[in-house]
C-alpha cells in the first residue's frame, strides 16, 4: 500500500529507517522517500502542510493530536542500550535518568 506513497522518513543512519528499510526491502517494496531529516519539526510540519507519510514512534504522535496514526502490523520493536562511564561525575539530570532506566 505504500509503494507510491511520498514518505519522509527520520535520517537514513537512525535504527528506525535501517528496520523500516529492511521490512520494505522484505516485502519487495521500494518506497518513495521525498526527504531523510534528523529535525522531528522538519518531519511533522511536511505531514501537517504536505500530502505526505511518515513512521513516528507512538509516543511521538501521541504529542501531536491534529495527526493521525496508523498502528503497523506486525508491530516492530526495538531494543535500546545506553551506556555511561561507570565511576564519572554525571550532572543531576543524567543521573535521574540513569535511575529511572535502572527502574524500568
Known amino acids: 500500500m505504500l509503494t507510491d ?3 519522509v522518513l527520520f535520517n ?6 535501517m528496520t523500516l528499510t529492511r521490512q520494505f526491502k522484505a516485502a519487495g517494496v521500494n518506497p518513495h522517500i521525498v526527504l531523510n531529516t534528523s ?4 518531519l511533522i510540519n511536511m ?3 504536505n ?3 511518515c513512521f513516528l514512534y507512538k509516543s511521538m504522535v501521541d504529542m501531536y493530536p491534529e495527526l ?3 498502528p503497523v502490523f506486525p508491530a516492530i520493536e526495538q531494543r ?3 551506556i555511561w562511564r561507570k565511576g564519572k561525575y554525571q550532572n543531576a ?3 535521574k535518568v540513569i535511575r529511572y532506566l535502572k527502574n524500568y
Open 68 to 70: 493521525v496514526g496508523i
Open 5 to 7: 506513497e511520498p514518505l
Open 39 to 42: 529535525q522531528i519539526t522538519t
Open 12 to 17: 537514513t543512519d537512525s535504527v528506525q529507517v
Open 80 to 82: 535500546i542500550g545506553v
Open 51 to 53: 500530502h505526505i507519510g
Open 93 to 95: 539530570v543524567t543521573e
Open 47 to 49: 505531514v501537517k502542510t
